[in-house]
């Protein structure tokens, strides 16, 4: 089985060519928790550097990468926690 | 009525409404539960939808908006965002205004 974060990886990496990509697996955090046994989806957050959000308000950011996701959203990942920067923005940080 | 309308409808009557799971009372969600938490601190008036009681719409929602996840909150029929969005507006003191401008308290006559 490929790891999920790997799949998350892949998807984020095809559609925004992220500079900076970092994924965290929260799930063990969450285990139990009546959202994870009914999706049996897990809880990630990332941090997405990409000159794909240039432009873009928070909601048009979530949803470019929530549409890169895809179908993961309802077979992988209960929850998504985002945090995404254009270059620009994150050299500022 | 069809969904899409309903779901425009409640957009439009309600001008700050959280889409969440489970209730204010009782959240069956952290993110939902973080999300009332934020516009409790804010002192909004706000209408919900249990999306738990409503599966038609919690599908129909995610389509309409291009938004997989909930909560989902909207101002003035605006998505505005998800628990995440909700609380990077909150710290930087943008949804108070956001939320004062739609919905301002009642005026004492």
Same mark, same amino acid.
């Given at each position: 089985?490929?790891?999920?974060?790997?799949?998350?990886?892949?998807?984020?990496?095809?559609?925004?060519?992220?500079?900076?990509?970092?994924?965290?697996?929260?799930?063990?955090?969450?285990?139990?928790?009546?959202?994870?046994?009914?999706?049996?989806?897990?809880?990630?957050?990332?941090?997405?550097?990409?000159?794909?959000?240039?432009?873009?308000?928070?909601?048009?950011?979530?949803?470019?990468?929530?549409?890169?996701?895809?179908?993961?959203?309802?077979?992988?990942?209960?929850?998504?926690?985002?945090?995404?920067?254009?270059?620009?923005?994150?050299?500022?940080? | 009525?069809?969904?899409?309308?309903?779901?425009?409808?409640?957009?439009?009557?309600?001008?700050?409404?959280?889409?969440?799971?489970?209730?204010?009372?009782?959240?069956?969600?952290?993110?939902?539960?973080?999300?009332?938490?934020?516009? /409790?601190?804010? !002192?909004? %008036?706000?209408?919900?939808?249990?999306? +738990?009681?409503?599966? #038609? @719409?919690?599908?129909? $929602?995610?389509?309409?908006?291009?938004?997989?996840?909930?909560?989902?909150?909207?101002?003035?029929? /605006?998505?505005? !965002?998800? %628990?995440?969005?909700?609380?990077?507006? +909150?710290?930087?003191? #943008? @949804?108070?205004?956001? $939320?004062?401008?739609?919905?301002?308290?009642?005026?004492?006559?």
């Amino acid at each position: 089985m490929i790891d999920r974060v790997e799949k998350i990886r892949t998807r984020l990496e095809e559609v925004l060519a992220p500079l900076h990509l970092q994924i965290t697996d929260d799930s063990a955090a969450h285990a139990g928790h009546a959202g994870v046994i009914a999706s049996g989806g897990g809880h990630f957050s990332a941090l997405i550097v990409s000159a794909a959000f240039e432009g873009k308000s928070a909601v048009q950011r979530h949803q470019l990468v929530y549409r890169a996701l895809g179908d993961l959203m309802r077979t992988d990942i209960h929850a998504f926690s985002i945090k995404a920067f254009t270059p620009l923005e994150y050299q500022q940080l | 009525m069809d969904v899409i309308d309903r779901i425009k409808q409640q957009l439009a009557e309600h001008p700050v409404i959280l889409y969440m799971k489970g209730s204010p009372e009782f959240p069956q969600c952290g993110f939902s539960g973080r999300a009332v938490q934020i516009l /409790e601190h804010c !002192g909004a %008036s706000y209408a919900y939808v249990n999306i +738990f009681e409503d599966p #038609e @719409l919690r599908e129909n $929602l995610k389509l309409y908006s291009n938004w997989p996840t909930f909560p989902q909150l909207y101002v003035n029929g /605006e998505l505005v !965002g998800g %628990s995440d969005i909700m609380m990077d507006l +909150f710290q930087k003191g #943008e @949804l108070q205004k956001i $939320l004062a401008e739609a919905s301002p308290p009642p005026v004492s006559q």
